[in-house]
C-alpha cells in the first residue's frame, strides 16, 4: 500500500471536512466502544484472561526463534509448503510465483492486514491473477478502488447509497436502501467466486507451535469458505503471530472478538492444519503459509518489542479520540489508531512516518482497552522523543517545548503568564476560544481549535475551592 | 529460500539475545469448575440462543414439525445430509413430509443448485462456555452442510456438549484433522453502516437439535 503517513495533518484537515466520514465515524466507533464495555463488563475472568493473554505473548516474543521454528516443523510435517520473505518486494515476489507454479488464475481473498503491507493484490494482478476481496467490507472498498480505513470494519465510510450505486455499476444489480438486499447481492456474487476460484487467500489471527496450524477468526464465514473450497490455500501472516500450543488458543479466543467486536466469540473460529488427508472429501490439496518479517524482527530486537503482541483487534482505534475524529485514511498506511501510530513508523522507518505518534492526545484510552496491554501512550512518547534525536522535529518546536518546560519549572513565571493571558486572551477572544494564531503558532491552530485562557487559572480556582471546602 | 529462512532465524536469534532455549510456557488455565452434564446442556441452551441460534428439543414429533415450519419460512426447498452421517439421515428423510423437500446431495449444492437448501451434520461437540457447535474433518467427514447451505441444521447429542473451549480441542485436536470449525450462530455481517445482518456467507439461520 501507498505511504502517506507524514501527510497526517493535511489528511485530517480532509476527513473532518468530509462529512459522509464524520458521521459513519461518529455512529462506528460510539457502537464498537459500547458492545466492547458490554461485553467486557459481562465477563469477569476478562482482566485474568487479557493477563494471561499478554504474558504468553510476552514469552512467544522473548523466544520467537524457538516457537516459530517448532511452528514451521509442525506445518511442514503435515504438507504445508512454508515461505519466508524478508521484506516486501521478496514477499510480492513469492507470492506472485506461487499463484504461477499452481496454475491459478482466480484467487479469493479474506481478510489481512499482512497481505495490505505487501500490497499483495496487486503482486498478484501482475502476475495475471484475479484476486477478489471476499470480506463485505474489503469488496466493497476495493469496487471503489480506495484502501480499507478500520481494521475491522473497513468500509465504515461508505453509506449504503454509496454502496447501492457501487454495486449498481460494478454488478448490474437494481438499487436498494435495504442493508440485507445489499448483503444478499455480495453473497451470490462472492459465492460464485468462491466455488470457481483455484486458490483461497487468508491471513491469519493465531498461528499454533505445537501443531503448525492456521488459525482464522470470522463472522462472515469468508475463511472458512477460502480454506475449504479452492484447491489451493495461501496464508499470508507475520512472524509474530504464533502462539505455543493449541490449549492457548481459547485464552485469545475469549479476548479478540469481545474487545473487537463485543461478541463472546466470533461466528466461526477455522483452524487448519495442512492439506487435505486420505478419504477427506474436500479441502485444499495444496497449502502455502507466506511468513513476512517485514521488519518484525527489528523491532523484536528493540524497545518497541511488546507492540509484537498486537492481536490486531482494533479497540485502540474505537477507543481513540483523534481516530475517532479522523478515521483510518489519515493515517495514511495499512494500520490506523494509536496502533497505527507507532507500528508504522516502526515497519516503514521513522523519517517516513514521524508525524504518526503526535496524532494522539496521550490520553490513555487505547492502553486501558488493549486485549494484551501494550503499553501505546509510552510507546507514542517514546517515538516522539526519536523522532528528536533523529532530528525529525522543526527548530520551533523544539524551541517551544524548551521555553515551555522552562515555564513550568518556574511557579513564579508560571503564574505571572497565567495572570497576563487570563486578562489577553478574555480581552482579545471575548471569551470565545482562539481558532487561529499568527505564525509561527499557526501550526499548533492549524487543526485545533483552544479555548480562551480562563479567567482566573486553573491553580487559583483549585486553592479557592478546596479553601471553601475547609 | 533455504538461506532466507536460516537468514531469519539469525535475526531473531540476535533479537532474542541468546536465550538459553529453554520456553517457559505459561501453566494451563486452572480449570474452571465444569458443570455437570445437565448444567452444561443448560448452559448450551443458554449461550446458543443468545449467539443468535434456534434450539430445538425432543420429544422428536413435536420437534420435526417444528423444525419443519421453521425451515419452510425460511423458503427451504430441498435437504442434504453427509453420506455416512446415519442420525443426520434419517431426522432429514423424516422431515421431508414436513415441507415437501426434496433431498439433495453436497456435491449438487456444490454445483451451484439454486434451491433454497438446509444442511445437515451430527456435531462433534457444543461447547457450553459459547454456544458454539464443533465440526471437523477427522475421519474424511465434510464440512459442506454447515459451509454452503442458507440453513444449518446441527445434531448435537447431549454427551457430546463440554463447558469449555479447551476440554472441546483437547478431545478434537488430537490428531490434528485438517480442519477444526467453531460455529456460533449464524454468518454475520456489520461492514455496511454497522447494521448487523445474517447471511454474509454462511448459512442465515444456525438450528442445533439436542438429542438425548
Redesign the interface.
Known sequence: MELNANAFGRNSRKALLDKTLQE?LG??TG??QAHRDAAVAAFP?FEATRE?AS??KR?VL????????RF?AEAEK?GTIV????DAA?AREIAARIARDEGVTLAVKSKSMASEEISFNEALQGAGVTVVE????EF?IQLAGEAPSHII????H???EQ?SRLFERHLGEPPTDS??E???M??KH???K??SAGMGVSGGNFLVAD???VVLVT????G??G???PRVHLAVVG?EKVI????????F??ILPRSA?GQ??????????????A?????PERMHIL?L?CGR??I??GKYREILKCVRCAACLNACPVYQSVGGHAYGWVYSGPIGAVLTPLLVGLPEAAALPDASTLCGACADVCPVKIPLPDFLLELRSDAREQGLKTPGEIAAMKGYAGVMKRAGLLEAIERIAGVLGQFFTKGKGIGGLPYPFSGWTERRDFPAPAARPFRKQWKIKRGARG | ?VN??E???R??????GG?D?A????P??GG?PLAPEGDRVALFEK?FT??GGILLRAPVEKTLSDLGETLRAEGVTALFFPEDDAASREIAEALVPFGPFNLTT?EEV?E?STSVTAGFRTAEAGIAE???IVET?A??????PG?LADVHVSIVPVTSVVG???EA??IL?AG????????????????????L?V?????KKAIALLLG
Open positions: 459513519a455512529r462506528t457502537r464498537f475472568e494471561r504474558r504468553i514469552d522473548d523466544h520467537l526463534d524457538t516457537y516459530l521454528a514451521i503435515r515461505h519466508v520473505a524478508r521478496q471476499s470480506d463485505l467490507g466493497i470494519a473497513p468500509a465504515v461508505k453509506t449504503r454502496i442493508i440485507p445489499l448483503v444478499g455480495a453473497r462472492l459465492r460464485a468462491f466455488l501443531t503448525g496450524s463472522n462472515e464465514g469468508n472458512r469458505m480454506t475449504v473450497l512472524i505455543p500450543r493449541m490449549a492457548d488458543l481459547p485464552t479466543l475469549r467486536s463472546a466469540i466470533s461466528s466461526y473460529v477455522s483452524i487448519v492444519t495442512g492439506t487435505r488427508r478419504g477427506d472429501p474436500e479441502g511468513l518479517d524482527s527489528a523484536l530486537e | 529460500m532466507e529462512r537468514s531469519l532465524f535475526r531473531l536469534s540476535a533479537a532474542c536465550h532455549g520456553v517457559a510456557g505459561e494451563l488455565p474452571a449461550t443468545a449467539a453436497a456444490r451451484g459459547t454456544g458454539t474433518s475421519g474424511g467427514k465434510t464440512l459442506l459451509l469449555r473451549m479447551e480441542l483437547s485436536a490434528t484433522p485438517r480442519n477444526i470449525s467453531f460455529l456460533t450462530g449464524p454468518s454475520k455481517t456489520a461492514d455496511i453502516e454497522q447494521t445482518t447471511g454474509a456467507h454462511g448459512p
